[in-house]
């Protein structure tokens, strides 16, 4: 139901945006975010925006990311500039609701070359 857009290979310092979009409506919404997953790495949180625009971004992101949404259009997106090697990973969009339920996208591969 959240279909994830704007991966890709980029050089190290680069940017990208990703974009998420939830296919139909998802009630209740509180929390949308990114998570990454690196090859031989777990699953790792790298940014969350509440409702209230409150905003918790991953230690090794913050002054790079930035994350946002459009709650109209029950979008998130997140701005990936001076990127690293070390981002490479595939990004999944996430969003869970007051009751408790937890969507995830598709994920798209990011890729940053040295």
């Known amino acids: 139901q959240l279909q994830a857009s704007g991966g890709g290979l980029v050089q190290a310092g680069g940017s990208l945006r990703l974009s998420c979009a939830a296919s139909?409506?998802?009630?209740?919404?509180?929390?949308r975010g990114w998570y990454r997953q690196a090859p031989g790495k777990e699953r790792e949180l790298v940014a969350v925006?509440?409702?209230?625009?409150?905003?918790n971004y991953e230690d090794s992101v913050k002054g790079r990311f930035t994350i946002s949404r459009d709650i109209k259009k029950d979008t998130v997106s997140l701005q990936m500039d001076s990127l690293k090697p070390d981002d490479t990973a595939v990004y999944f969009c996430?969003?869970?609701?007051?009751?408790?339920?937890?969507?995830w996208g598709q994920g798209t591969e990011v890729t940053v070359s040295s």
């Open positions: 996430h969003v869970k609701t007051v009751y408790g339920r937890i969507y």
């Open positions: 925006i509440m409702n209230n625009g409150l905003t």
């Open positions: 139909g409506k998802i009630v209740g919404v509180n929390v």
